[in-house]
Structures are given as C-alpha cells and as structure tokens.
C-alpha cells in the first residue's frame, strides 16, 4: 500500500486514490483524456501522483455532469497556465444552460407521468391510461435533452397527454 509518496502506482491504486474504478482509469486513457503512462517491463500501467491529481479532477468533472468533450476542454485549459479564465467560464455557463434545459425538461416529463398517474385508477380492473398512452401508435417525434450527443433524448413530447 502507498505511503504518501508520488507512486509509481499499479492502476487499482491510482484508481482508489482518485475514486473511480481501473475500467474508468482504462477508458479515460483511450479516450486521450488521460496520457498513457510508463508501463513495467511485464505490461503494467505505473501511474504517478500527476496522473492520480488529473483523475480526481476528471472524477469531480464527471461528477458535475460535463462530458467527455467539455472535460478535455477542461482538462486542456486546466494544463495550459496561460489560459484565460473566460474560456473556463463560457464552457461551464454553457453546461449550466444546458442542465437548466435539461432539468426543466424533465418537469414535463414528472408533469405528464403525475397526469397519468393521477389518471390510473389502480385497482384490479385492466384499464390503465399510463399503458394506453405509452402504446399510442402515433409518431411524435423525438426531441434532444441537450445539444450534446451525448446525452439521451428525452422523449418529453411523447407525454404530450399531460397538456390536455
């Protein structure tokens, strides 16, 4: 186990002391995201205190929701020491946009979903209009959750019952 000192560490301790799992270590570094590392001669992955300091701040990244396009950004101005700090801020006030749209997104989907519950009579008969709505044979489109790819769509409109 580690002391303290700046490693080399295997990759189940550079991953327990950043807190994300070896498989997550493994895909940030084929992601670019983190730079491949010094190997043993048998193969190993030997990270350092560098490395374990760069996956904590993806960890806290991810944790705040940004994606793996935002954080290389990120992780990119965090390198650079003469970068500008509005570079910083115009990433981060485009991701608090986009988790406002998000969020107010799924309102309407919690709104149509308590419509249709409020609309079950949830005894022992057949009947159930959540069924019902969520088998209408209808195409309604489908509408992003954000302007990233990488998010979900989040399908708000096939709850369009709850407007009626």
């Known amino acids: 186990m580690n002391?303290?000192?700046?490693?080399?560490f295997n990759i189940g301790e550079a991953a327990r002391q950043s807190d994300v799992s070896p498989k997550m270590v493994r895909h940030?570094?084929?992601l670019g995201l983190l730079p491949s590392v010094e190997r043993t001669d048998s193969g190993y992955r030997q990270y350092t205190d560098k490395e374990v300091h760069t996956?904590?701040?993806?960890?806290?990244?991810?944790d705040l929701g940004f994606s793996m396009a935002e954080i290389a950004d990120?992780?990119?101005?965090?390198?650079?020491r003469r970068r500008s700090s509005s570079d910083v801020r115009r990433i981060a006030?485009?991701?608090?946009?986009?988790?406002?749209?998000r969020m107010a997104e799924m309102e309407?989907?919690?709104?149509?979903?308590?419509?249709?519950?409020?609309?079950?009579?949830?005894?022992?008969?057949?009947?159930?209009?959540i069924l019902d709505e969520l088998g209408k044979?209808?195409?309604?489109?489908?509408k992003s959750a954000s302007p990233r790819s990488d998010r979900p769509a989040s399908g708000s409109k096939a709850m369009h019952v709850?407007?009626?």
């Open 28 to 30: 940030y570094e084929s």
């Open 74 to 80: 990120l992780l990119k101005l965090w390198q650079n």
């Open 108 to 129: 309407e989907m919690k709104r149509a979903l308590d419509h249709l519950v409020r609309c079950c009579q949830g005894d022992h008969r057949p009947d159930c209009p």
């Open 137 to 142: 044979n209808e195409h309604v489109g489908k």
């Open 162 to 164: 709850a407007r009626r």
């Open 3 to 8: 002391d303290g000192s700046s490693g080399p």
């Open 93 to 101: 006030e485009k991701h608090v946009a986009d988790l406002e749209q």
């Open 55 to 62: 996956l904590r701040f993806i960890k806290r990244s991810r």
